[in-house]
């Protein structure tokens, strides 16, 4: 069974940064594209970033955000930079085994495990 569960949510003032950190069990993540999505109430979970062949992001987080893998550690990170309130939401990691890379990697619907969430708040 794979479980997946992120940490290092928070609270943070504009401008300012995070790191959100998904740790995988169950599977080796160094075998799967693994992505980070966002949702906020009311709205459909958003794409934020994949770490595939190749990496996207959302052109609302390019050159803010970066993500990144620790394959010994079967972590994924997403370090968060330059944060303004519109990133307020929480904050999913996922891993899909169907899917390596193409744009339907950027879905939702392409991911077959998420984690729990983690809250990220950005004051003004």
């Known amino acids: 069974q794979v479980q997946l569960a992120e940490s290092g949510g928070g609270t943070v003032q504009a401008g300012g940064s995070l790191r959100l950190s998904c740790v995988a069990s169950?599977?080796?993540?160094?075998?799967?594209?693994m992505g980070w999505f966002r949702q906020v109430p009311g709205k459909e979970r958003e794409f934020v970033a994949v770490?595939?062949?190749?990496?996207y992001y959302a052109n609302s987080v390019t050159g803010r955000f970066t993500i990144s893998r620790d394959n010994a550690k079967n972590t994924i990170y997403l370090q968060m930079n330059n944060l303004v309130p519109e990133d307020t939401a929480v904050y999913y990691c996922?891993?899909?085994?169907?899917?390596?890379?193409?744009?339907?990697?950027?879905?939702?619907?392409?991911?077959?495990?998420w984690g729990q969430g983690s809250q990220v708040t950005v004051s003004s």
């Open positions: 169950g599977r080796t993540l160094s075998s799967f594209a």
């Open positions: 770490s595939g062949n190749p990496t």
């Open positions: 996922a891993l899909s085994e169907r899917f390596r890379t193409g744009p339907y990697i950027q879905q939702s619907a392409a991911y077959d495990y």
